[in-house]
Each structure stands twice: as structure tokens, then as C-alpha cells.
């Protein structure tokens, strides 16, 4: 069974810096879409980053400022958070596909981890 658990949310301020780690277990790692996602209070999920064995992309709040990238053998996600603005808080979730990125499906997520940003 597919099970994402992600780690690494925290309360930052501005400026400041996070890398989110996901452990996705029963999951093949090399190929298939994972990816980031978050949801701040009131407003609707958005993608912040995916990547399978081709490509990555990044929602247009996080370009230039994250990076996400896997560690294959420890099996992890992780999303590294750099120069993070109050409108980065929200809940991070972790999601696996069994599909590539191009058709956004993911059918495997996590609790989410939670990052506030202070001013």
C-alpha cells in the first residue's frame, strides 16, 4: 500500500528557509508523478511542484524560490524552500501518482505537514 508521510513543517520567519520530506512507501520510485501541494486557511489546494522520471514543474508561486527533487534510495520527496513570504503558509501535502505528471492524477496522499510564515 502507497503511504505518504511528510515531515519537516515549521513556523519561519520571512525570508527564511524549509526542506519538506516525504517517505512514500510501496511506491516505484523512479518513474511516476509526485508532488507537492498546499492549502492555506480559506482557499482551494494549488500545486506547488511535481516531478516524475522526465520532468519537473513548478506552480508559479514557487518558481525561482523551491526546489523539489528525490532521493531514490531512501525513497523520499523533499521540497526545499527558500526566500518563504507570509502567502507561503498553508498546509503541505505530499501526493504519489501512478501516472505520469502530465495527467495529474494522484491517487496516494499524505496528512500534510504544516508551515507558517511570520513576518
Known amino acids: 500500500q502507497v503511504?505518504?508521510?511528510e515531515s519537516g513543517g515549521d513556523s519561519v520567519q520571512a525570508g527564511g528557509s524549509l526542506r519538506l520530506s516525504c517517505?512514500?512507501?510501496g511506491y516505484i520510485f523512479t518513474r511516476y508523478c509526485l508532488g507537492?501541494?498546499?492549502q492555506?486557511?480559506?482557499?482551494?489546494r494549488e500545486e506547488v511542484a511535481v516531478i516524475d522520471a522526465?520532468?519537473?514543474n513548478y506552480g508559479a508561486s514557487a518558481k525561482g524560490r523551491f526546489t523539489i527533487f528525490k532521493d531514490y534510495h531512501k525513497e523520499e520527496l523533499y521540497?526545499?524552500?527558500?526566500?518563504?513570504k507570509p502567502e507561503d503558509t498553508g498546509m503541505y501535502y505530499?501526493?504519489?501518482?501512478?501516472?505520469?505528471?502530465?495527467?495529474?492524477q494522484f491517487g496516494y496522499w499524505g496528512q500534510g505537514t504544516q508551515v507558517t510564515v511570520f513576518s
Open 3 to 5: 503511504h505518504p508521510v
Open 23 to 25: 517517505k512514500v512507501t
Open 36 to 38: 507537492w501541494f498546499r
Open 40 to 44: 492555506a486557511p480559506g482557499k482551494e
Open 54 to 56: 522526465d520532468n519537473t
Open 79 to 84: 521540497l526545499q524552500m527558500n526566500g518563504l
Open 94 to 104: 505530499c501526493a504519489a501518482s501512478d501516472d505520469y505528471c502530465w495527467r495529474r
